[in-house]
């Protein structure tokens, strides 16, 4: 699935909110061993987003898809672990702690 926010969201609480609650959905619901993330190499802010959550860079797919434009995109994977959750999840409700005191 996709997560989109305003540019006003983007940076706050809600996003941080959101992913624990996904998140926690994830691997204490479904009981997932993995979750992954993919986005283009140009898009850095979704990349450094993705490592906020925890997420680990598992590589790079070369020429992996078109984009709207027809160009051809790397694409960036990154996972989680059930076992990385735990660990991952304590730094977001941090964050999202630090939101909730500001």
């Known amino acids: 699935g996709f997560t989109w ?15 624990i609650m996904l998140l926690d ?8 061993r ?9 898009n850095t802010a979704s990349q450094r987003a ?10 790079i797919l070369r020429c992996h898809k078109l ?10 994977e990154y996972s989680l672990l059930r076992e990385e959750w ?7 409700l941090e964050k999202a702690a630090a939101y909730d005191a500001s």
């Open 25 to 32: 959905y994830v691997f204490d619901t479904l009981n997932c």
């Open 50 to 59: 993705i490592e906020r959550l925890g997420a680990h860079q598992d590589g």
């Open 5 to 19: 926010y305003a540019l006003s969201a983007q940076r706050t609480h809600i996003n941080t909110a959101c992913k």
């Open 67 to 76: 984009r709207k434009d027809g160009s051809v995109r790397d694409t960036v």
């Open 86 to 92: 735990p660990q991952a999840r304590v730094k977001l």
């Open 34 to 42: 993995c979750v992954c993330w993919q986005t283009d190499n140009l």
